[in-house]
């Protein structure tokens, strides 16, 4: 939700707020619209849903954020997402100094 006009975001521009202005090319938006976006693979990195092609998604970008969020949850199982994608765990150095 945008809490000001995203003309008045200067200094700081968010990536809601980014969205919010490609989607003013085609729509008004307004100080407590709800705007949802993708982030996608070119610039500027983001863009409304509504205006968003399948192809244009940056789904490698969802899957490192998948990747990190199920990594923590599921470290103190001993396991991780590679494994739960039925991949082999890599081994890193930490494995042979804190087993």
Do not use: C
Request: without cysteine.
């Amino acid at each position: 939700m945008i809490s000001k006009a995203p003309s008045e975001y200067v200094k700081t521009v968010p990536q809601h707020i980014r969205a919010a202005r490609l989607l003013e090319s085609i729509r008004e938006v307004k100080k407590g619209d709800k705007i949802s976006y993708v982030k996608i693979i070119n610039k500027p990195g983001v863009k409304p849903l509504e205006m968003a092609k399948k192809e244009e998604i940056d789904s490698k970008k969802y899957m490192e954020f998948m990747e990190s969020t199920l990594d923590q949850i599921t470290s103190s199982m001993d396991l991780d997402f590679q494994t739960m994608l039925g991949k082999p765990k890599q081994t890193g150095l930490d494995e042979f100094f804190w087993n």
